[in-house]
C-alpha cells in the first residue's frame, strides 16, 4: 500500500510542478507542490494504524458520555503500523 501511495504522491507532485508553472505564467500564487505535500503528510499519518488507535482512543475520551456514540475498543497491544486491532 505505501509504495502506491508514494509512487501516486510522484506522479502527483510531478503535475503539480507543471500546474505551478502555468499558475506563475498566469501571475497566480498558487503552489500546487505545497498542497501536495501537505495531502502526503496527511495520506501518510492516515495509514499508520498506532496513530489512528490513537485518534480513536481519544475520540472515546471526548465523546464517551454522549449516549449514542459507540467507539469500539481498541487493542492497543495488537495494533502495529499495518494492523488496527478493534472489537
Not at 498506532?50 to 481519544?58: F, P, T
Request: negative net charge.
Amino acid at each position: 500500500c505505501e509504495e502506491i501511495v508514494a509512487l501516486d504522491l510522484y506522479i502527483l507532485r510531478w503535475w503539480s510542478g507543471i500546474y505551478n508553472e502555468i499558475f506563475r505564467f498566469l501571475k497566480r500564487d498558487i503552489n500546487v507542490q505545497s498542497i501536495i505535500d501537505d495531502f502526503g503528510d496527511l495520506i501518510y499519518r492516515e495509514i499508520d494504524y498506532i496513530a489512528e488507535a490513537a485518534n480513536a482512543q481519544r475520540f472515546n475520551e471526548l465523546y464517551a458520555s454522549v449516549q449514542d456514540v459507540f467507539v469500539p475498543k481498541i487493542y492497543s497491544d495488537l495494533t502495529t503500523r499495518k494492523v488496527l486491532v478493534m472489537e
